[in-house]
């Protein structure tokens, strides 16, 4: 059974329609839209501030969502993709994002929609990630432009998550 616990009698506050992996970890000041999968060994640590999560976003396996204790709660939009073993922390990610695996997202940045942040990546503390670009490296920087391709990966992978969590 996934570990969904409060922390100072606040309870994670997740959609009926949510596909959570039994041993997911969700605690705290969580609040998840509907749709989503939180998938195996991650964890949504709500536990020093906020983390609010949208509709049909994905938080795929290994990937730990948390923020900074009266400083930076993370809100993740609609239609997100954080990939496996991910780090997401204290920081906004819009709506139609995928953040590859093993990227990191740091404290106070700004990742706006139709943006991709390829595999390993390090998107530094208050860094902005415009719209309709891929961002790569480390520390990330601006690589191109997205391809219509690319663009409409983003709208249809999260549909694909909600096909493979109706798996389980």
Same mark, same amino acid.
């Given at each position: 059974?996934?570990?969904?616990?409060?922390?100072?009698?606040?309870?994670?506050?997740?959609?009926?329609?949510?596909? =959570?992996?039994?041993? +997911?970890?969700?605690?705290?000041?969580? @609040? %998840?839209?509907?749709?989503?999968? *939180?998938?195996?060994? /991650? !964890?949504?640590?709500?536990?020093?501030?906020?983390?609010?999560?949208?509709?049909?976003?994905?938080?795929?396996?290994?990937?730990?969502?948390?923020?900074?204790?009266?400083?930076?709660?993370?809100?993740?939009?609609?239609?997100?993709?954080?990939?496996?073993?991910?780090?997401?922390?204290?920081?906004?990610?819009?709506?139609?994002?995928? =953040?590859?695996?093993? +990227?990191?997202?740091?404290?106070?940045? @700004? %990742?706006?929609?139709?943006?991709? *942040?390829?595999?390993? /990546? !390090?998107?530094?503390?208050?860094?902005?990630?415009?719209?309709?670009?891929?961002?790569?490296?480390?520390?990330?920087?601006?690589?191109?432009?997205?391809?219509?391709?690319?663009?409409?990966?983003?709208?249809?992978?999260?549909?694909?998550?909600?096909?493979?969590?109706?798996?389980?």
């Amino acid at each position: 059974m996934p570990v969904i616990l409060p922390v100072k009698d606040i309870h994670p506050v997740i959609d009926g329609s949510v596909f =959570i992996a039994d041993n +997911a970890t969700i605690v705290g000041d969580v @609040v %998840i839209g509907k749709q989503c999968s *939180i998938w195996f060994n /991650a !964890v949504v640590r709500g536990d020093v501030n906020y983390i609010r999560i949208g509709d049909y976003s994905n938080i795929q396996d290994g990937v730990v969502i948390h923020c900074t204790y009266q400083k930076n709660g993370t809100d993740i939009g609609n239609y997100v993709n954080v990939g496996h073993n991910a780090i997401v922390h204290g920081c906004i990610v819009r709506d139609y994002v995928l =953040i590859g695996m093993g +990227a990191i997202v740091m404290d106070k940045a @700004v %990742i706006e929609s139709n943006v991709i *942040i390829a595999a390993g /990546a !390090v998107v530094l503390e208050n860094m902005v990630c415009e719209s309709g670009y891929l961002y790569a490296g480390i520390p990330a920087r601006k690589i191109k432009p997205l391809s219509e391709e690319q663009l409409a990966m983003l709208k249809q992978l999260p549909h694909n998550y909600v096909l493979y969590s109706s798996w389980f």
